[in-house]
């Protein structure tokens, strides 16, 4: 990134002509969009009491980009992308990512585990159910970079204590708030069912 060019322009200058982008092409774009963290400082959120905290820096009608600010071992809550794609950018510090499996009944459980490494890029299907964790490996904060096209809407998030689902607003994060909770449905009907941290099984 030149040094004299501001954030706001790199975002124009990479993602700016595109028009409902492939997979590969955002990608591209994702590939270019080089931002030393620095950048990225005066952005990011206080998490708080959530999981990370989350700021827009780019919308346009054909794709977003967020940069996230992660708290301490908080995982974020199981949660798909609407009608999304997209891919993720670990800037800094080393994250977990659980990607999850509906079972019978409709509940995520989570299948497969990934640690990602500063500089690490990663793709995000649409329908995919996944969360992230930081680590907080070597006392390095995990900073990342979200890019989705088209911008995220309709995403829903599970809360696996409770056994239920939401669809939740597009301003709204990868946890559970229901003053952002556009709908709820539950996801079980079996009473053998057994919560086990992130791991979900039955008896």
Not at 53 to 62: I, N, T
Not at 79 to 91: N, Y
Request: hydrophobic share 35%; charged share 20%; proline share 6%.
């Amino acid at each position: 990134m030149n040094k004299t060019q501001s954030l706001s322009e790199k975002l124009e200058e990479c993602f700016g002509c595109l028009s409902e982008p492939s997979i590969g092409q955002l990608k591209k774009a994702v590939d270019t969009f080089g931002v030393e963290i620095e950048k990225l400082i005066p952005y990011l959120e206080n998490p708080e009491d959530r999981p990370y905290g989350r700021k827009l820096l780019y919308k346009s009608e054909a794709l977003e980009v967020l940069v996230m600010n992660w708290a301490q071992n908080q995982p974020s809550a199981p949660h798909d992308h609407g009608s999304s794609f997209g891919w993720v950018k670990i800037v800094s510090g080393y994250s977990l990512n659980m990607l999850y499996q509906p079972n019978k009944n409709g509940v995520p459980v989570c299948a497969k585990t990934f640690v990602q490494q500063p500089g690490s890029i990663f793709f995000a299907p649409q329908g995919e159910i996944h969360a992230m964790q930081n680590l907080n490996l070597f006392s390095e904060p995990l900073i990342s970079l979200h890019f989705y096209a088209p911008p995220i809407s309709q995403m829903k998030v599970y809360d696996l204590v409770e056994l239920k689902g939401g669809v939740v607003s597009d301003d709204c994060g990868a946890w559970w708030d229901k003053e952002k909770l556009l709908k709820e449905f539950e996801i079980i009907t079996s009473t053998d069912f057994q919560y086990s941290g992130l791991y979900l099984s039955f008896k």
